[in-house]
């Protein structure tokens, strides 16, 4: 049997993501980058199953309207007027140039990746160098009335299209001067027709989108109209084409994605025409960005999900990404039973609420006697945005980190129902910036993974915290890459700190020193943790492959060579959410707690492992069944599915309870703005 828990079912965490802006595709790593109206940007790896590698914390005076790659460099430009390259290790803006023109609506890379081309709001399109160390200004097209809203390169480099209200021209690159202007029409003599999008295909045709929901199709030589769709009931507000150039997909307000399809004519003399082939409806709200990654057509907008559609290939699966980030947001000190939420600017501390009751019937609920209560509410200096934050074990100590500083807190123990915060101040000038933090089993320390890819052990004091050591990976690694996941033993001795590339490395605190490094693989380590009593590391991977490896041997465990000799279940194996969380059950260590945001598993080491052919059964479909057929049917997988933003799941100290916090989607969906009006069948 799996056992039974009590469970405090919180869901009193209002964290609310924010609507994506824009979407830029590497093609060489296979991953996107989505700015959100915050000014953060998320980096996902498609091909680690969807993995959210790195989260670039936004500033309040910052906005991301366009990104581009150039690489695996990334470029960003928005309404604060500046064109930033972000340090993809540290995670922060690297430097920024100006755009010498205002507000940035647009940018796009050549071909050949070595110039930016920037549309601002002055009305004049600017073109950048990329060099190997910075970018720098090179020249400026002729100036239009109208503000850029919209371009992009043909293949060849030599010509350029831009949209702005009224108005689409062709530019010649090398003297800056339009070759051709194309009048768009109005609906309303006094309403301008704003172009949101163009694309400019090998053959010279350009496509438009513009503010009367039309999709036109231009000869790109002569200016005249080929053909025109209405097929939107409001604003086209971005467009993506297929590498070969036959495919079209267009969506904004109204918010469907519609695709067209180029069809060629019945002979040589013919003219092809594009047709619309279908539309999907996967957004409820304006949808602001669509990108073309080769399998998918990623879109995401107002309603803040990220969306992949597959392009062509039976058998794959559409993608429903939810907006929550996969690094953690809520914190459980163990022994105080408080929890600690991680919003973009502020802290919540709140103590859990408790009943009297020892026991009840499965799945019931039991009588609160203590409603929770909130201890502590704490803003950020200038609201700068958390990178990550952590709690002690006893609830005293609470720490977080921005991407300039770590600042620590002590909570002195009060009765009361608001705690005093009690700031530490004196912290060492060699202490880093986080990444990820956690504080000891004992709280006597603090360990962090900086944004240098090391990881340093603060032992924590009031009047004079003490930087103990910094461990750097060892001497075969040039360069560490970010850190994704970090873990500390119970007994403070052992910690583990998993890289990006693959690679996880596993420190000695009592000796300071690195003690070994696990067998490297392709996949992130999306989860991590220590056993309770055992020098045992158990690392989950972003392609759900899972490992138990012993630290001190320095080989993997009997049973993780066991996993790995008869091979996990397809059904476990093609799931479509990565593991964000792995924790052992305190009070039965052969218990394993993994955790997405769709569901929770508890995997049981005593029990066999299911075959690869055998039906691969959860919790709801074995409670359905009969109880002999449910016994013969059990094997070590326990999943408990239905969740759709499950943002934590852990025991408390003496796991006979579980702690699970879960944001209701429609909690979300309900403080968004009002959708496009739409008359709708039997309405």
Same mark, same amino acid.
């Given at each position: 049997?799996?056992?039974?828990?009590?469970?405090?079912?919180?869901?009193?965490?209002?964290?609310?993501?924010?609507?994506?802006?824009?979407?830029?595709?590497?093609?060489?790593?296979?991953?996107?980058?989505?700015?959100?109206?915050?000014?953060?940007?998320?980096?996902?790896?498609?091909?680690?199953?969807?993995?959210?590698?790195?989260?670039?914390?936004?500033?309040?005076?910052?906005?991301?309207?366009?990104?581009?790659?150039?690489?695996?460099?990334?470029?960003?430009?928005?309404?604060?007027?500046?064109?930033?390259?972000?340090?993809?290790?540290?995670?922060?803006?690297?430097?920024?140039?100006?755009?010498?023109?205002?507000?940035?609506?647009?940018?796009?890379?050549?071909?050949?990746?070595?110039?930016?081309?920037?549309?601002?709001?002055?009305?004049?399109?600017?073109?950048?160098?990329?060099?190997?160390?910075?970018?720098?200004?090179?020249?400026?097209?002729?100036?239009?009335?109208?503000?850029?809203?919209?371009?992009?390169?043909?293949?060849?480099?030599?010509?350029?299209?831009?949209?702005?209200?009224?108005?689409?021209?062709?530019?010649?690159?090398?003297?800056?001067?339009?070759?051709?202007?194309?009048?768009?029409?109005?609906?309303?003599?006094?309403?301008?027709?704003?172009?949101?999008?163009?694309?400019?295909?090998?053959?010279?045709?350009?496509?438009?989108?513009?503010?009367?929901?039309?999709?036109?199709?231009?000869?790109?030589?002569?200016?005249?109209?080929?053909?025109?769709?209405?097929?939107?009931?409001?604003?086209?507000?971005?467009?993506?084409?297929?590498?070969?150039?036959?495919?079209?997909?267009?969506?904004?307000?109204?918010?469907?994605?519609?695709?067209?399809?180029?069809?060629?004519?019945?002979?040589?003399?013919?003219?092809?025409?594009?047709?619309?082939?279908?539309?999907?409806?996967?957004?409820?709200?304006?949808?602001?960005?669509?990108?073309?990654?080769?399998?998918?057509?990623?879109?995401?907008?107002?309603?803040?999900?990220?969306?992949?559609?597959?392009?062509?290939?039976?058998?794959?699966?559409?993608?429903?990404?939810?907006?929550?980030?996969?690094?953690?947001?809520?914190?459980?000190?163990?022994?105080?039973?408080?929890?600690?939420?991680?919003?973009?600017?502020?802290?919540?501390?709140?103590?859990?609420?408790?009943?009297?009751?020892?026991?009840?019937?499965?799945?019931?609920?039991?009588?609160?006697?203590?409603?929770?209560?909130?201890?502590?509410?704490?803003?950020?200096?200038?609201?700068?945005?958390?990178?990550?934050?952590?709690?002690?074990?006893?609830?005293?100590?609470?720490?977080?980190?921005?991407?300039?500083?770590?600042?620590?807190?002590?909570?002195?123990?009060?009765?009361?129902?608001?705690?005093?915060?009690?700031?530490?101040?004196?912290?060492?000038?060699?202490?880093?910036?986080?990444?990820?933090?956690?504080?000891?089993?004992?709280?006597?320390?603090?360990?962090?993974?900086?944004?240098?890819?090391?990881?340093?052990?603060?032992?924590?004091?009031?009047?004079?915290?003490?930087?103990?050591?910094?461990?750097?990976?060892?001497?075969?690694?040039?360069?560490? *890459?970010?850190? /994704? !996941? +970090? #873990?500390?033993?119970?007994?403070?001795? %052992?910690?583990? $700190?998993? =890289?990006?590339?693959?690679?996880?490395?596993?420190?000695?605190?009592?000796?300071?020193?690195?003690?070994?490094?696990?067998?490297?693989?392709? *996949?992130?380590? /999306? !989860? +991590? #943790?220590?056993?309770?009593?055992?020098? %045992?590391?158990? $690392?989950? =991977?972003?392609?759900?492959?899972?490992?138990?490896?012993?630290?001190?041997?320095?080989?993997?465990?009997?049973?993780?060579?066991?996993?790995?000799?008869?091979?996990?279940?397809?059904?476990?194996?093609?799931?479509?959410?990565?593991?964000?969380?792995?924790?052992?059950?305190?009070?039965?260590?052969?218990?394993?707690?993994?955790?997405?945001?769709?569901?929770?598993?508890?995997?049981?080491?005593?029990?066999?492992?299911?075959?690869?052919?055998?039906?691969?059964?959860?919790?709801?479909?074995?409670?359905?069944?009969?109880?002999?057929?449910?016994?013969?049917?059990?094997?070590?997988?326990?999943?408990?599915?239905?969740?759709?933003?499950?943002?934590?799941?852990?025991?408390?100290?003496?796991?006979?309870?579980?702690?699970?916090?879960?944001?209701?989607?429609?909690?979300?969906?309900?403080?968004?703005?009002?959708?496009?009006?739409?008359?709708?069948?039997?309405?």
């Amino acid at each position: 049997m799996m056992g039974e828990f009590r469970l405090h079912d919180v869901r009193f965490f209002r964290y609310m993501p924010k609507a994506i802006h824009s979407i830029a595709h590497e093609g060489t790593t296979n991953r996107v980058a989505v700015s959100r109206s915050d000014g953060s940007i998320e980096i996902y790896s498609i091909s680690d199953n969807w993995f959210q590698e790195k989260i670039i914390c936004g500033d309040a005076g910052r906005s991301v309207e366009a990104m581009v790659w150039v690489g695996q460099r990334l470029f960003s430009a928005g309404l604060h007027g500046d064109i930033i390259e972000y340090d993809m290790s540290k995670l922060v803006p690297k430097y920024a140039v100006d755009s010498y023109g205002g507000a940035v609506w647009c940018m796009a890379a050549n071909n050949t990746q070595s110039s930016i081309a920037v549309g601002s709001e002055d009305g004049c399109v600017r073109l950048f160098e990329v060099t190997e160390e910075e970018l720098t200004y090179s020249r400026a097209f002729k100036k239009q009335e109208e503000r850029i809203l919209s371009l992009a390169w043909h293949e060849s480099g030599e010509v350029l299209v831009t949209g702005s209200c009224d108005n689409i021209r062709v530019w010649d690159v090398a003297t800056g001067l339009p070759t051709l202007r194309i009048k768009v029409e109005r609906l309303v003599r006094t309403r301008e027709t704003i172009v949101w999008c163009v694309a400019i295909l090998r053959d010279f045709t350009i496509i438009s989108g513009d503010s009367l929901g039309k999709t036109r199709f231009w000869n790109g030589k002569h200016g005249t109209l080929i053909q025109s769709h209405h097929c939107h009931k409001a604003d086209v507000l971005c467009m993506c084409v297929s590498k070969d150039e036959t495919l079209v997909w267009t969506a904004g307000v109204d918010p469907k994605i519609i695709r067209f399809e180029k069809v060629a004519g019945k002979d040589d003399s013919s003219r092809a025409t594009w047709v619309r082939h279908n539309v999907a409806n996967r957004h409820t709200h304006d949808v602001r960005a669509l990108v073309m990654t080769g399998e998918y057509v990623v879109s995401g907008g107002v309603s803040m999900n990220l969306v992949a559609m597959p392009v062509g290939k039976v058998g794959k699966q559409s993608r429903n990404i939810l907006p929550f980030p996969q690094r953690r947001l809520v914190h459980v000190a163990q022994t105080a039973g408080m929890l600690l939420f991680q919003y973009q600017t502020r802290l919540e501390l709140w103590r859990l609420g408790s009943t009297a009751v020892v026991s009840g019937v499965p799945d019931g609920r039991l009588p609160i006697n203590q409603d929770p209560v909130l201890l502590l509410d704490l803003k950020t200096k200038n609201m700068q945005q958390i990178v990550c934050s952590a709690v002690g074990g006893c609830g005293s100590w609470v720490a977080y980190s921005d991407v300039q500083h770590v600042r620590l807190f002590h909570l002195p123990k009060d009765e009361g129902v608001k705690v005093k915060v009690q700031r530490v101040r004196c912290l060492p000038v060699d202490l880093q910036p986080a990444h990820h933090m956690m504080f000891t089993h004992d709280a006597s320390g603090l360990v962090i993974a900086t944004n240098q890819g090391t990881v340093q052990f603060l032992h924590v004091d009031t009047v004079h915290p003490v930087l103990v050591h910094t461990f750097v990976p060892p001497k075969s690694v040039t360069r560490p *890459s970010t850190i /994704s !996941a +970090l #873990t500390v033993s119970s007994d403070s001795q %052992w910690i583990a $700190a998993a =890289h990006l590339d693959g690679s996880v490395h596993v420190y000695n605190v009592q000796a300071r020193k690195h003690q070994c490094s696990l067998p490297k693989h392709a *996949s992130p380590v /999306s !989860a +991590l #943790t220590f056993h309770p009593t055992r020098p %045992w590391l158990m $690392a989950v =991977h972003a392609s759900q492959q899972l490992f138990e490896f012993d630290v001190v041997e320095c080989q993997y465990t009997d049973w993780s060579r066991t996993v790995q000799r008869e091979g996990l279940h397809p059904e476990w194996l093609k799931r479509t959410e990565v593991v964000t969380q792995v924790v052992y059950n305190p009070a039965n260590p052969t218990q394993i707690l993994l955790q997405d945001q769709r569901m929770f598993c508890i995997l049981d080491k005593d029990k066999n492992l299911p075959k690869a052919r055998s039906h691969f059964y959860n919790r709801e479909k074995l409670m359905k069944m009969d109880p002999a057929g449910r016994e013969g049917a059990r094997h070590a997988f326990a999943i408990c599915r239905g969740y759709r933003a499950l943002l934590h799941l852990s025991f408390l100290q003496d796991g006979a309870e579980l702690v699970s916090v879960e944001r209701p989607i429609k909690a979300v969906t309900d403080k968004l703005p009002p959708t496009l009006s739409q008359k709708r069948f039997g309405t």
